[in-house]
Nanobody
Framework: QAQMVESGGGLVQPGGSLRLSCGTSMNIFSFGRLGWYRQVPGKERELVAYILSNGLTNYADSVKDRFSISRDGAKNTMYLQMTSLKPEDTAVYYC?????????WGQGTQVTVSS
């Protein structure tokens, strides 16, 4: 069954950058909208950004001007470039369709922003 696979997380200092990757066995352009989500223990998963099939993007206010979502058709991969990271960006990051499809949730990738 198709599932998303996230990678690229890690430990980074405040102000640093990371690039997350999202792979899938499905053609990423077959999704009308693809999104990045994040979840902190004890809180609901939140949508961070999404990209439409035509390339238009949308961001949560908390990450606007710091994060950038993109796709590479040749690699069938979606990315989330994160800059100027803050401790409050610490979370497990997931990718999925937007709105999400339950069986597509992957394991996520942990991002920790700490000095």
């Amino acid at each position: 069954q198709a599932q998303m696979v996230e990678s690229g997380g890690g430990l980074v200092q405040p102000g640093g950058s990371l690039r997350l990757s999202c792979g899938t066995s499905m053609n990423i352009f077959s999704f009308g909208r693809l999104g990045w989500y994040r979840q902190v223990p004890g809180k609901e998963r939140e949508l961070v950004a999404y990209i439409l099939s035509n390339g238009l993007t949308n961001y949560a206010d908390s990450v606007k001007d710091r994060f950038s979502i993109s796709r590479d058709g040749a690699k069938n991969t979606m990315y989330l470039q994160m800059t100027s990271l803050k401790p409050e960006d610490t979370a497990v990051y997931y990718c999925n369709s937007q709105p999400p499809v339950r069986h597509l949730w992957g394991q996520g990738t942990q991002v920790t922003v700490s000095s």
